[in-house]
Nanobody, 121 residues
């Protein structure tokens, strides 16, 4: 079984910064693409950023230049550094990853439980 556990959410003033972390644990052989999604109340879940195992990254247009995704493969952890937070950024942020399992060598997609980000004006 694989678990993704996020941390680092909270309340921050507009213009401030937060760093989210997501640690994967379990019977993991390797982790391919890791992603951060977010979902605000009444809105669809959207992909914020993703990073491949080789370090290639993609971002949602509205966060480009403000958010940075990174990963530590030795720790099976992905990060999301969020700077210059805006009133439109509050949401529950979810970690997502494609993990290959030791026993079966099959790859499955997993989700974390989410962490709340709130921005005060």
């Amino acid at each position: 079984q694989v678990q993704l556990v996020e941390s680092g959410g909270g309340l921050v003033q507009a213009g401030g910064s937060l760093r989210l972390s997501c640690a994967a644990s379990g019977s993991i052989f390797s982790i391919n693409t890791m992603r951060w999604y977010r979902q605000a109340p009444g809105k669809q879940r959207e992909l914020v950023a993703r990073i491949t195992s080789g370090g290639s990254t993609n971002y949602l247009d509205s966060v480009k230049g403000r958010f940075t995704i990174s990963r530590d493969n030795a720790k099976n952890t992905v990060y999301l550094q969020m700077n210059s937070l805006k009133p439109e950024d509050p949401a529950v942020y979810y970690c997502n990853a494609d993990c290959t399992i030791f026993s079966s060598q099959l790859t499955f997609n997993y989700w974390g439980q989410g962490t709340q980000v709130t921005v005060s004006s």
